[in-house]
């Protein structure tokens, strides 16, 4: 049975609806010029906010993101069997034993509120997208004619840099840093994300290969929102890179040993993965590791950009 948001006290609430995966997700909030840049730069979403007194809550498919402590404790008091979940330095999400709403204190500091507001609100939907079998990896991506690339490692390893090179090659970019897959028979399969592009590393010249593809400012100073897709069909997940940056000389590539790309993998799941979602994640993981390649790429940052190069190995892999 479901219970207003407040006992004690009434609130006036913002709750900003949006889509994203085919699905539709809430956040209540009463901080709405925070919470509002979530759906647009996470997923490129449109929101639509309106103002409600005491919404109900439990509620699925809602996250509450609030900075008023005794509301936060009010809502986080209805859900039953509640977790925890880090997202970030400024918040923590807890969420319901099934996986249907969350809820996220917001710091006081306007700058930490955002932060928070950006790490939490993907961190819910992947939650609610495990529901339906799909997991999250930390990778960008990039797809071509229904047949994906991923490129997976860690930060700042170049990820980004080689699927924007895809993209400035007439490539559709799937994900800038977050990458949703699924089974789907025997294939693992990429999702595109509408996530915002961090533009502020670019030269003119990508930049403008960007915005001549769609790219357009999502209200983040820097990032670009990735234009809409005809479809939002999956890709089936052909090719895996591992990159890194090199000293010197040129740019290398040679195949991954099994151990070193099933341990980045691992690493790379970024959904709050318990029990039977673990499961899930290694079948994933051996389907990748059985019907995808797996290239380690070595990049050099004095040498020229790697369109050629990247190029010549998805030629040689068929997938040019």
Known sequence: MTAPAARRKSFMLSLITFRAFGNSFRIITDAPDIARLAPVFRFGAEAEIETVRNPVWPRAGAL??????????????????????????HAGLL??????????????????????VLCATPVFVRIVMLKSNWCFMHAAAAAANGQAVAFVGDNECGKSTLARTLVSRGWDLLADDSLPVVMQGQDVCAMPVREAVNARALDAKEREALMARGYKE?????????????????ASLRMIFYPEWGAAGDAVARDASPAFAYKKLLAACISPLQGDDMRLYVKILDQLMARSRHIRITLVRESAAPAVFLQDILRGAGLC
């Open 218 to 234: 999502c209200g983040l100073a820097g990032f670009l929102t990735p234009p809409e897709l005809n479809a939002d069909e999956p």
């Open 95 to 116: 969420y319901s034993e099934t996986g249907e709403c969350a809820a996220a204190l917001l710091p006081e500091n306007k700058a930490d509120a955002e932060t928070a």
């Open 64 to 89: 509450a993101l609030v900075k008023d402590r005794g509301l936060f404790d009010s809502l986080s008091s209805g859900m039953s069997g509640a977790r925890a979940v880090s997202c970030g330095p």
